[in-house]
């Protein structure tokens, strides 16, 4: 499979984040961003492609922004939505980008 995935994962709980809208998107010449595509997670808080069928992966650098202030809603966080940047050198290959998450920090790391 070729494209961009994710999953996001609460530590605080140990369990998948349902429901999270994400949104892939790509610079533009003038600096602006521009979407490529959008989903929610599902019920293991994983979204396997953002790419439509018959959309090729490009190299250059790719934004996901992850809507967590939704998740949160009701209970005290930081982060309203955090955005991932990350550089496509080769595009015959499948990026993975999880987020691991909890009400006040985060990490992400380059999947497999």
């Known amino acids: 499979m070729i494209g961009i995935s994710t999953h996001v994962l609460d530590t605080s709980t140990g369990q998948p984040v349902r429901g999270v809208r994400v949104v892939l998107e790509r610079p533009s010449l003038n600096g602006m961003w521009f979407p490529e595509g959008e989903a929610r997670t599902d019920s293991n808080g994983r979204i396997s492609q953002f790419l ?10 790719y934004r996901l ?10 209970q005290q966080h930081f ?5 991932v940047q990350f550089l496509v050198h080769d595009p015959s290959i499948h990026y993975h ?8 920090g985060y990490t992400t790391y380059r999947g497999s």
């Open 52 to 61: 439509a069928p018959g959309d090729a992966l490009e190299e250059g650098i």
């Open 65 to 74: 922004t992850f809507y967590v202030g939704e998740y949160f809603e009701g």
């Open 97 to 104: 980008v999880p987020l691991l998450l909890s009400p006040y």
């Open 79 to 83: 982060y309203p939505e955090i955005s």
